[in-house]
């Protein structure tokens, strides 16, 4: 089963709003990670996350990984429209072997 | 820069034939993983190698089987193809301790028929 829960499932926005999305987890992890999937392409890594309260950057984007290391947000300000896309959480446990586990994915649709 | 390559991109094969997928990994990364995406779902993880070695299992069934090469290439065998099998195939690489997360490739679309 899914040991991630990612949420919203998909949601709709108009261009310029701000985007948030969340995974959470009854497990510790020791790595999270952001990635977007467009269609029919492989998953692109956007954020890195290491360290519980660890807050990163990489431009309009910003993810945190929770104090409990059992949850991680992603923000996303000003969406535009090449925002549209699926973005999945996944996150590794320690002594996983660098497994992944991945949410189930945000799908986010931007209203023309 | 390099990136994750994989061959093909698109395969169309009938029920019970056999498929060869092709991974290359990003240069100087020793670990390859697999993972199998169907359609609306997440990557699910197959199996993963370092140094030429089965490093971990995931949900990969019998009738596959996948293996490193001393170049790090790997390749996926898939034997006795079912309806089910078609999906997207991804393989990603990373360094043994994958500090920046893992590269994914663009996949490969099997579609079995």
């Known amino acids: 089963g899914q040991q991630l829960n990612q949420s919203p499932q998909s949601m709709f926005i108009q261009e310029g709003e701000d985007v948030s999305m969340n995974c959470t987890s009854s497990?510790?992890?020791?790595?999270w990670l952001w990635y977007k999937q467009d269609p029919g392409e492989g998953p692109v890594l956007l954020i890195a996350?290491?360290?519980a309260g660890e807050l990163t950057s990489n431009g309009r984007l910003t993810a945190q990984f929770g104090i409990t290391r059992k949850d991680s947000f992603l923000n996303i300000s000003a969406s535009i429209p090449s925002d549209v896309g699926i973005y999945f959480c996944a996150g590794r446990k320690r002594d996983s072997n660098y497994q992944l586990i991945w949410g189930a994915g945000t799908k986010l649709i931007i209203k023309p | 820069a390099a990136g994750v390559i994989q061959s093909p991109r698109h395969l169309i094969k009938e029920k019970r034939e056999t498929a060869t997928l092709k991974c290359y990994p990003i240069p100087r990364h020793d670990t390859v993983y697999w993972y199998q995406q169907g359609p609306g779902q997440d990557p699910q993880f197959l199996i993963s190698f370092y140094e030429k070695m089965q490093s971990d299992k995931g949900s990969i069934p019998d009738r596959f089987s996948a293996q490193q090469f001393s170049d790090y290439h790997s390749e996926l065998n898939m034997s006795s193809l079912e309806l089910g099998d078609s999906a997207l195939y991804f393989c990603?690489?990373?360094?043994?301790?994958?500090?920046?997360?893992?590269?994914f490739g663009s996949g490969t679309r099997l579609t079995v028929v």
């Open positions: 996350l290491y360290k």
């Open positions: 497990s510790i992890f020791n790595t």
């Open positions: 990603a690489s990373s360094p043994r301790t994958p500090t920046y997360g893992y590269t």
